[in-house]
């Protein structure tokens, strides 16, 4: 854990592998989501996808299913998992390393440990030699859904083939089941630089800035060896949403501290006739005037400042829930959204 990005605290194991029965040989590329006060944590291990959960994000974690919730099909098939929360509540699990470019995806139930529905393939691409696809992420801007992956050799010099290494890749659709359509004119928005002994960037994640709205992309990548090293860097849209290519920066990105952290105080699921509760965290020394809390344009409490907030008799649903707060000072903070059913 870190409040800078620059000095770190470990937690220490959240998931031994002996704990998970079924596990075969290594563990590795796991994902992590919150939904009605639960983190779930997905993992790969033997080419097989498990799921795990625990109240907070460093566990300890605990197998939910005792058996894998995706199983083994093919060699690397079964790998790399990643969970999206779309604005209505619909979840889904995407996945896949296959060597003929191609990724799956399935919709989640509410419980997140199981499926509402069959596999599909939200993405293949039709090519000789091409590798293959891994490392699936998925986000949602202005209406707009991204499915980016991995792609390629992880090579070290000097057998690099500079235009065959390790890069990321992305395509854009207006379903989260696609279909994912690629953009070659700005493709990849990642890529191996050896001007810069910037070799192989991949496996990537995407996060937002609650307040500033700035987006931001962590990946690794190596100099030539064999050794990973962990970068960051923004990332910028074009005014037709596409994303624009990434040149890497070498340098930190300024941390920016998060004003205002909205959590729930107990674990759900929740019923309408039980008061639902949250803590408000603010930075030290700031004076709060006034805060909100928000189901999309829905206010749905609106008061003084306060280190809890309780809801009580909301009507069922999906509820993504953000507060933003006005202080003394004249500034204002948002909240990363916060998922939960009733």
């Known amino acids: 854990m870190s409040d800078d990005l620059r000095v770190w605290k470990p937690e220490g194991m959240i998931l031994p592998l002996r704990d998970v029965a079924w596990a075969k040989g290594d563990a590795w590329a796991p994902d992590i989501i ?19 959960t625990a109240p907070t994000p460093t566990g300890p974690f605990k197998d939910a299913l005792g058996k894998p919730l995706v199983p083994f099909e093919n060699d690397m098939s079964s790998i790399d998992p990643m969970a999206f929360i779309d604005d209505d509540g619909q979840a889904w699990l995407y996945w896949g390393a296959t060597f003929d470019g191609r990724l799956f995806a399935r919709k989640l139930n509410p419980d ?5 529905g069959e596999k599909i393939t939200v ?7 091409y590798y293959h696809c891994e490392g699936a ?8 859904y991204y499915l980016m992956w991995s792609e390629y050799n992880w090579t070290a010099v000097p057998e690099l083939k500079e235009d065959l290494s390790y890069r ?30 910037f070799v192989g960037p991949g496996h990537h994640s995407m996060l937002r800035i609650p307040d500033s709205g700035d987006w931001l992309i962590a990946y690794h990548f190596h100099n030539g060896d064999t050794i990973r090293r962990a970068a960051i860097d923004r990332v910028q849209f074009g005014k037709d949403g596409v ?19 909205l959590t729930l105080r107990q674990t759900g699921p929740f019923h309408a006739s039980e008061t639902i509760e949250f803590s408000i965290h603010f930075p030290s020394g700031k004076e709060v005037a006034d805060m909100t809390l928000r189901n999309g344009e829905t206010v749905l409490w609106q008061g003084p400042g306060s280190a809890t907030v309780g809801l ?4 069922r649903g999906f509820y993504r829930v953000v507060l933003s707060a006005r202080f003394r000072d004249g500034t204002q903070a948002t909240s990363a959204s916060l998922d939960f059913d009733v």
């Open 137 to 144: 992420f998925v986000f949602k801007r202005d209406g707009l």
């Open 168 to 197: 990321v890749n992305f395509a854009t659709a207006r379903s989260p089941a696609g279909p994912f359509i690629r953009e070659p004119s700005r493709l990849p928005i990642l890529s191996t630089n050896m001007s810069l002994g």
């Open 123 to 129: 993405y293949a691409y039709d090519a000789p030699s």
């Open 243 to 261: 994303l624009w290519t990434v040149n890497p920066s070498c340098h930190n990105i300024a941390p920016q501290p998060v004003n205002a952290a």
């Open 112 to 116: 997140m440990i199981s499926f509402a």
């Open 34 to 52: 919150a939904r009605n006060g639960v983190h779930y944590f997905y993992f790969c291990t033997g080419s097989a996808i498990g799921v795990a």
């Open 312 to 315: 009580r008799n909301l009507p």
